[in-house]
């Protein structure tokens, strides 16, 4: 299936304006969901919207609100919401460029998305910012409005393009102070932190290749569902118990003769894909024979 831009507008930087349009950079098709079912039937459980006065309410008397103190709700009406914005929500607006890698991750709130030109004048400027933000090593914060929501984001050039990346706004992030007494700060010896030092270098790997990981939940999950799907069971081997740990030094010794290769390193190919693809096939194949309903009492 074709990738559909779900928002267009302009990338603004001062006063030069590139018409872009966004795409989700998050496949989500490859994670199985598992949905709730009545164990008598198997027929999937709905979730009705209901009122504890009144029951049952159709749409159409479905307001949106907000509790300003007990019991008392402030209603907004869509029209309302929508005479809040403006032409300029249609805007990727850039306020400033930082050094790339300058955010720290922990304001990554996990969306991002692919920027692209939406129209042939867009093409060549939308080139040139790519390339002059590539040369300059640096990434741009800006503000969207997403879902009438605004949205701080990091844009950046990577593989030609630019990515998007929504982040958490400072008010939204616990501050690490919070967390500090939970550290008894702890000093380490010279051999400690050696060891450690020796058991880092030997983990390091010269890029981060996310492709030598898999979703092996996912993988088993999938097979689980193949086997019931066939009428087998799947037996799943017992994990040996971890020895337990003396002390830091041998731990640290252990683990450095069993080292082989840094995590990324030496990419396992992923059978993830195929698998799922495998499981659709069973799955269309298990709809055509609709499951007979269990007889009661």
């Known amino acids: 299936m074709a990738a559909h831009a779900f928002w267009k507008g302009f990338l603004r930087i001062s006063l030069v304006s590139i018409p872009v349009k ?22 999937r459980i709905q979730y009705k919207k209901s009122c504890p006065v009144h029951g049952e309410v159709p749409s159409a008397e ?13 209603v907004i009406d869509p029209d309302e919401l929508d005479r809040l914005r403006t032409d300029s929500d249609r805007n990727v607006s850039v306020d400033t460029f930082v050094p790339a890698g300058a955010v720290d991750p922990i304001h990554y709130s996990g969306r991002s998305y692919y920027l692209v030109p939406d129209a042939a004048v867009g093409q060549k400027p939308y080139q040139i ?33 630019l990515m998007m990346s929504s982040l958490m706004y400072a008010a939204e992030v616990r501050p690490a102070s919070e967390f500090r007494n939970e550290v ?7 051999q400690e932190l050696q060891l ?22 996912n993988e088993k999950l999938t097979a689980l569902i193949q086997s019931k799907a066939d009428g087998k069971e799947l037996s799943v081997p017992e994990e040996s118990a971890a020895p ?16 082989k290769s840094p995590p990324g390193r ?32």
């Open 22 to 43: 966004a795409y989700s950079a998050i496949n989500s098709g490859e994670r199985i969901s598992l949905n709730q079912l009545h164990a008598d039937c198997l027929s």
């Open 62 to 74: 479905i307001v949106s609100g907000y509790e300003v103190s007990k019991g008392r709700w402030v």
């Open 129 to 161: 910012i790519v390339d002059a933000m590539r040369d300059q090593k640096v990434e741009a914060l800006a503000q969207v409005v997403i879902g009438r929501r605004e949205q701080l984001v990091v844009v950046r050039a990577a593989d030609g393009l």
């Open 184 to 190: 008894e700060g702890a000093s380490a010896n010279r």
């Open 196 to 217: 450690a030092k020796q058991l880092i270098s030997a983990m390091t790997a010269k890029s981060a290749k996310l492709d030598a990981y898999r979703d092996l939940y």
């Open 244 to 259: 337990p740990v003396i002390n830091l030094i041998d731990a640290m010794r252990a683990s450095m003769k069993q080292v």
């Open 266 to 297: 030496a990419a396992k190919p992923a059978a993830g894909r195929k698998k799922t693809g495998a499981l659709r096939q069973v799955v269309a194949a298990t709809r055509k024979t609709p499951a007979k309903k269990r007889k009661s009492g």
